[in-house]
């Protein structure tokens, strides 16, 4: 009986201390909170959908290799598959804010922690006469909610324009082209929140 006993704690510690399920694991929660299925995943990497569900259920191991193609595929860093924060709060200081390449006369900032898992938040300053670029764009399909905080601004949702002012919100699919520009005489501020994450 106490063999028993003694296999059965030794058994639960290297489940505890196994880096495959752990990776695994987590790989699955950043998967799934950008609501993308295995097949996205292997198409992006080049894996097949059999090693990336071997490796979700911890059945099998990784190479360097296949962890930053997966890695990338979630943009993501690799050591983030190795983080599971377990739900805890995870506090970005303003300091630490990444700022963002963004269009003309503007400065976009990401809010959100990284590892992305289920919303993404930035918030941008647009000065007269600057935009989000020339040409409008699309990301993933998202729901997408563009709060102005302060100021004008222009936002282009495919073929209508609609003047935003302080406080206005407006919700749309990021899969539909979209532009911001500022036509007034003074810095706008605007929010972004996106759900799931595909900026």
Not at 56 to 76: F, H, Y
Not at 161 to 175: A, L, N, Q, W
């Amino acid at each position: 009986m106490a063999l028993k006993s003694t296999e059965a704690a030794r058994s639960s510690n290297d489940t505890k201390a196994d880096p495959t399920s752990a990776v695994g694991r987590r790989m699955r929660e950043l998967r799934e909170g950008r609501r993308l299925r295995l097949r996205d995943i292997a198409d992006r990497t080049g894996l097949s959908e059999s090693f990336l569900s071997q490796l979700e259920r911890g059945r099998t191991n990784a190479s360097v290799a296949s962890l930053l193609k997966i890695a990338e595929a979630l943009d993501i860093t690799v050591a983030d598959l190795f983080d599971d924060q377990g739900g805890r709060p995870r506090v970005l200081h303003k300091f630490e804010r990444p700022m963002i390449s963004f269009g003309t006369a503007a400065q976009k900032y990401m809010l959100t922690p990284r590892p992305l898992e289920n919303l993404e938040v930035f918030t941008a300053t647009i000065g007269p006469g600057g935009s989000s670029g020339d040409e409008a764009y699309t990301h993933g399909d998202s729901e997408e909610l563009f709060l102005v905080i302060s100021g004008e601004l222009d936002l282009e949702l495919g073929d209508n324009v609609h003047r935003m002012h302080t406080g206005d919100s407006i919700c749309y699919r990021s899969s539909v082209k979209h532009r911001v520009s500022n036509p007034g005489s003074e810095e706008a501020e605007a929010m972004w929140i996106i759900s799931p994450p595909s900026y």
